[in-house]
């Protein structure tokens, strides 16, 4: 039989930054929907497939990675994770330590691994306009088409605060020189064939910051606390012609994909999104992720 030939690409869309309908900073008030953000911008991109890439990103030197490690948790106990309290305690539990290893395999060892949060997604098969996911408090379990961070530096370190204590943070900061959010990102049950996780590099732009290509959206009432603990501000990537835009293709559920959603040395930092492929099957089965994210200290 002969092998499946991988695609070097595929086309699509994701959302960027679009500004406010006045200028001035974004917000969203999550009890009433209010905003000032104005729909996100819709681009046409080409995606290029890391699966065919000679040389392999890694997360130390690129901020991104793709690894085999297959996991013990059952489809279902991922599934139950956001439903029960138990469900949740077990995969902070059983699945964080997972997550722990995964990471200590790609850093080599890294100084400290502290696992803080997680996210069940989940998403039926039609396309969906990046707009109807601003403002949507149901839109938190959903792949996000969106292209963000999950934290800059003020936000990261409000983080750290919260997992370890002031005092505690305050050491952790001074000790090392590098540190990072780092996303753990699995497919559950099928691979991950609609709405893929797209990861945007910046390589191109010597000068990209924090500052100079993220929109902030500030947030009001927003449920996503329990989740995600306290964070002022979402980090949404404004548009840059220079951008490379990189996919795994089919991502199986044995595999996962390791990145830095936020980083100290900006340059590892990823801003990344689902998207809508083009070429993607009718019959594709609708996308289920768990994503882990650990604080990682370098």
Request: glycine share 6%; aromatic share 10%.
């Amino acid at each position: 039989m002969t092998a499946a030939v991988l695609p070097a690409s595929t086309t699509g869309i994701l959302g960027l930054w679009d500004g406010t309908d006045d200028g001035k900073d974004g917000y969203i008030d999550y009890a009433t929907g209010k905003t000032n953000v104005n729909r996100p911008k819709d681009f046409q991109i080409e995606v290029h497939n890391i699966r065919r890439f000679e040389e392999q990103p890694t997360l130390i030197n690129n901020g991104y990675q793709l690894v085999s490690i297959p996991s013990v948790i059952s489809t279902e106990q991922f599934l139950v994770s956001n439903k029960t309290p138990e469900g949740k305690a077990f995969i902070e539990d059983a699945y964080f330590k997972e997550c722990k290893r995964v990471i200590e395999e790609v850093t080599g060892g890294a100084g400290e691994i502290i696992p803080v949060s997680f996210r069940l997604r989940e998403q039926t098969g039609a396309k969906k306009s990046t707009s109807e996911k601003l403002g949507s408090v149901e839109a938190r379990y959903a792949p996000r088409p969106v292209a963000h961070l999950d934290r800059d530096e003020p936000t990261a370190i409000t983080v750290v605060e919260d997992a370890v204590g002031k005092e505690e943070a305050q050491k952790l900061l001074q000790k090392y020189k590098r540190w990072a959010q780092v996303n753990v990102w699995r497919p559950i049950g099928n691979p991950a064939s609609m709405w893929p996780l797209c990861f945007i590099n910046h390589d191109r732009i010597p000068d990209w910051t924090y500052d100079s290509h993220v929109g902030h959206v500030w947030s009001l009432n927003d449920p996503r606390v329990a989740d995600r603990g306290q964070k002022s501000y979402d980090c949404v990537v404004k548009h840059d012609e220079r951008y490379d835009y990189h996919y795994v293709s089919d991502l199986k559920p044995e595999e996962c994909l390791v990145f830095c959603s936020f980083d100290s040395i900006s340059k590892y930092a990823i801003p990344h999104s689902a998207f809508w492929d083009d070429n993607v099957a009718e019959d594709a089965p609708d996308r289920k992720s768990i994503e882990v994210r650990s604080l990682v200290f370098f």
